[in-house]
């Protein structure tokens, strides 16, 4: 999607007779009319990604992640109601780019741990002075009256993750990135994983529960029906869902 367009004449207004009748084509399967509707909307994904700025995130990755909260809105919206489509869309997209920020980084770091990273980068940097060396974890731990296990473990908690594609080693003009050296050396699974973690987090708590006692627990679909309470029945045709619901999250 280009994003440079955003004063472009296709953000003119459209009635919304015509936003309804677009948002009708697209979810009957018309493309032409679903990127219409992108056209038409860029102004309005602008407008919510200024309220985000300024914390860190390019503006348009932002709008990236705000046209996926456009598209979603698209896609559900219901045109049996009488009310604007801006209405329902502004707070999709406030809520995507929310949830992208809320879940942006793999770990999440404990307050406590931050402060403590923050508390042992100060000591490194007294104690450098005093030594004239750079202190050890054995130091460092005896100046703060912690144990060395826990600067380990602070300084690994507030470490900037590494991008997969940092080069480690360079031999004649030949890097050797982190994704050369990923265990199983097979890209193709290790996006897989990402992608299948992606899919199962975006199901309901019933769905997921299912999922972990099927696969991870290798319950059969009579004890699942009886850990729910419900019939082998009604199991069978939710892990049906569940696994074609997954399949098209983790095709797209």
Not at 43 to 58: C, I
Not at 59 to 67: A, M, N, R, Y
Not at 172 to 195: C, H, M, R, S, Y
Request: charged share 35%.
């Amino acid at each position: 999607m280009d994003v440079e367009v955003k004063n472009d004449q296709t953000n003119t207004q459209l009635k919304d007779h015509e936003v309804k009748e677009l948002i009708r084509r697209s979810q009957e399967g018309d493309q032409e009319a679903r990127d219409l509707i992108i056209q038409k909307n860029m102004r309005l994904v602008w407008s919510v990604v200024q309220r985000f700025l300024n914390r860190g995130y390019e503006p348009d990755d932002l709008f990236q992640i705000g046209s996926i909260g456009l598209l979603k809105s698209v896609d559900k919206f219901d045109l049996s109601y009488d009310v604007r489509f801006s209405t329902y869309a502004v707070p999709m997209i406030i809520g995507e780019i929310q949830r992208f920020i809320r879940d942006d980084g793999t770990v999440k770091v404990s307050r406590s741990l931050k402060e403590l990273g923050n508390k042992i980068r100060r000591a490194r940097d007294e104690l450098s002075k005093k030594l004239g060396k750079v202190p050890t974890v054995a130091e460092i731990a005896s100046h703060l009256e912690i144990s060395p296990e826990e600067v380990v473990l602070a300084q690994e908690a507030v470490r900037a993750p590494s991008s997969i594609h940092e080069t480690v080693y360079e031999n004649d003009g030949d890097p050797i990135t982190l994704l050369d050296q990923i265990a199983d050396n097979n890209e193709t699974k290790w996006f897989d994983k990402i992608v299948l973690k992606d899919a199962i987090r975006d199901l309901d708590e019933r769905e997921r529960l299912i999922v972990f006692l099927r696969y991870y627990k290798d319950q059969t679909q009579s004890e699942v029906a009886d850990r729910l309470g419900i019939s082998q029945v009604q199991v069978s045709r939710l892990e049906k869902k569940i696994l074609q619901q997954m399949k098209e999250r983790m095709n797209q």
